[in-house]
């Protein structure tokens, strides 16, 4: 597999995640999670403890899931 994306689409409520690759052309999802957002409220980051701990949920579940493949390009 190659040119492995991660995009996190970061709201109010939640924080929703899809890991992507292409393989022989075509478009394989590797990962889809959706993680509630803690320490944040209306845009702004309250809490940044919180809102990291978050995100560290989210980055721990795709190590898990896709194991020693890298990353190429994350979007936010």
């Known amino acids: 597999m190659k040119d492995i994306k991660a995009v996190f689409d970061i709201g109010n409520d939640s924080i929703k995640t899809v890991v992507f690759a292409k393989d022989d052309d075509q478009d394989l ?9 803690k320490g944040m409220r209306k845009g702004k980051i309250l809490d940044s403890e919180q809102f990291t701990e ?3 949920k989210i980055v721990e579940k795709i190590v898990q899931k896709l194991g020693g493949d890298f990353i190429d390009e994350v979007f936010i």
């Open 29 to 37: 999802i590797l990962f889809k999670h959706i993680e509630n957002t």
């Open 54 to 56: 978050t995100l560290g």
